[in-house]
């Protein structure tokens, strides 16, 4: 449980990575989808819809460090450009962002303020959300092939990632449901095919994950799941 939160907040970074860490991820984003929906209620007794939903989106880049995010800027770069796999892995690692990068990024952030914005204050579907995104994950390193010879990830492959965490998506559907009706569920739904198509793209186009396709696919997922809870049900 250290060494997830360790890798998916700012707490406890100087933590390893390890293999248990994939075990604890809906449970550390489920943690993390509380401490968002309670900001998310505060924020919107006193501020306005909009001013309410930018708070929430400062405080998931503050609490997380900005890690998925950075992880979409260099995933967009990679996968989205004209290249062969060896070129899109060298752009993947370099530490500067490009026009793809800066493009996605800017769409997330601003499709995750207006959909928070735009729906009644729910911290169930928070909860629901972030457990889900970083579940789906899970699923991406359980049968995706890790295609870098080293990084971040390899310490957490030192035996297979089990799938058996990916249960948590019942009951992650089942809050959301129980709480925020269809809308919920459909919510919970649209982040799963939205990081489950960060995957498959991913694989098609570099034959696997790396972390920073991980890191894509749960902020993709999230805001994806948003909008469609955003949606007139």
């Known amino acids: 449980m250290r060494a997830a939160v360790a890798l998916l907040t700012v707490f406890g970074r100087s933590r390893a990575p390890t293999a248990g860490a994939w075990a604890w991820f809906p449970v550390v984003g489920a943690a993390i989808g509380a401490l ?65 990068g800066v493009a996605v990024v800017a769409v997330m952030l601003l499709a995750e303020v207006a959909a928070l914005g735009g729906q009644a204050v729910s911290v169930a ?56 009706g269809w809308r919920g569920l459909a919510a919970v739904a649209g982040a799963v095919l939205a990081g489950a198509g960060v995957l498959a793209l991913a694989h098609r186009r570099i034959g696997g994950f790396t972390g920073d396709v991980l890191g894509a696919a749960v902020v993709v997922g999230q805001v994806a799941g948003l909008v469609v809870g955003a949606a007139r049900w």
Do not use: K, N, Q
């Open 36 to 100: 968002l929906g309670g900001v998310w209620w505060a924020a919107d007794e006193v501020f306005p819809p909009l001013v309410a939903a930018t708070l929430v989106v400062v405080a998931d880049l503050a609490v997380t460090g900005m890690l998925h995010v950075d992880g979409l800027a260099d995933t967009a770069d990679g996968l989205l450009c004209h290249a062969d796999r060896s070129e899109r892995l060298r752009i993947m690692r370099t530490a500067d962002v490009g026009a793809f």
């Open 125 to 180: 579907l928070l909860v629901a959300l972030w457990c889900t995104a970083r579940t789906t994950v899970v699923g991406g390193a359980t049968f995706l092939r890790y295609v870098r010879p080293e990084g971040m990830a390899t310490l957490m492959l030192t035996r297979p990632a089990p799938a058996w965490p990916l249960a948590a998506l019942v009951p992650a559907g089942a809050l959301a449901a129980g709480v925020d």
